[in-house]
């Protein structure tokens, strides 16, 4: 809620991209995700859930407020769970291991839990008299139109439940992050079940270049000093590969889906000639960190004047 309301200060007109997972670092809350990452059993980690249920939807009562019914993407989980673990020895798991849909398909009570406290957030603040709340639920990491199948079918079914529970209507969209090659690739089958695609070039650079954002510092000054590349591709996106994948992926989606939703979020989206790049694409909006988007706004203003 303290980012939107920074964002909506500098003229922000959304939430491109909410990160679920920096809710969870409260000290209130990290007990509770410990005890259900640390659950043997699928009924243990529900009930760690139910206790972090009531902050989570909390967190999405205040935040749809502050946007007052512009459009709020949520990413639901995303990191691996060691993230949330003390530092020290833990579970090794690398960043493209086991994360994003794939621990909404291997506990998909997670994902449950997070869609409920949305869905029960929006028929809150939409009771009251505020603006009508359409959340954006993006599924992120998908390889391919199966995982989006399986994990759609749940949100559609939590919302069931809720409506039912609250004799409420509710109005929503499920899509996805396009970060991964192949999911942009196979992105003409993605649309037919996702109503938007985001492009998350943070991780789309990585896995195109095979690079980790972690240690390519070490390198890349001498990379660009030798001219193999123009500036740092996780500043600036590389058009000619990164941006050829999501030229494709845009245009594989919108043959599909001729409404399709397209953005990008990621550091690229307060990067004015990445922006430029996505204005060229046509795509609706960029996201970016609340403090870049005084940057974006105006770069995204002399792009449409150059169009």
């Given amino acids: 809620p303290d980012d939107a309301a920074t964002a909506r200060g500098f003229g922000a007109e959304g939430i491109g ?7 969870f670092f409260d000290p209130a809350r990290i007990i509770s995700m410990r005890e259900m990452i640390l659950a043997d059993t699928e009924k243990g980690r529900r009930a760690a859930l139910d206790k972090l249920l009531p902050y989570q939807r909390q967190d999405f009562i ?10 709020v993407t949520i990413r639901l989980l995303d990191p691996p769970l060691h993230e949330f673990l003390p530092h020290g020895d833990s579970e090794a798991n690398p960043m493209l291991g086991h994360r ?11 994902y449950e839990m997070q869609t409920r406290a949305i869905f029960e957030a929006a028929i809150e603040v939409s009771k009251d008299g505020g603006d009508p709340v359409i959340p954006e639920i993006m599924i992120p990491l ?26 409420a209507k509710l109005e929503f969209l499920v899509g996805t ?54 500036g740092d591709p996780f500043v ?28 990008i979020c990621g550091e690229h989206g307060g990067d004015p000639s ?30 449409a004047l150059k169009s």
Avoid: W
């Fill in 17 to 23: 991209l909410c990160r679920t997972e920096h809710m």
């Fill in 236 to 263: 600036s996106l590389d058009q000619e590969g990164v941006g050829e994948l999501v030229r494709i992926a845009a245009e594989r989606g919108r043959k599909t889906r001729s409404d399709i939703k397209l953005g």
């Fill in 62 to 71: 205040d935040l749809f407020r502050i946007m007052k019914g512009l459009p």
């Fill in 100 to 110: 994003g849909c794939r621990l909404g398909i291997s506990y998909p009570e997670i």
């Fill in 177 to 230: 992050m396009i970060e991964l090659p192949r999911a942009a690739l196979k992105a003409g089958e993605i649309a037919e079940e996702a109503e938007f695609f985001s492009f998350g070039t943070n991780d789309l650079t990585q896995t195109t270049f095979g690079l980790s954002r972690d240690d390519a510092s070490r390198f890349l000054d001498t990379y660009i000093s030798k001219d193999i590349f123009a």
């Fill in 142 to 167: 998908i390889i391919g139109k199966k995982e989006l199948d399986i994990l759609k079918a749940v949100i559609i079914n939590v919302a069931s439940e809720v409506e039912a529970e609250k004799s």
């Fill in 274 to 303: 990445s922006i430029a790049f996505c204005d060229q694409l046509g795509l609706d909006y960029v996201s970016c960190s609340p403090y870049r988007v005084p940057i974006a706004r105006l770069a995204a203003a002399q792009a």
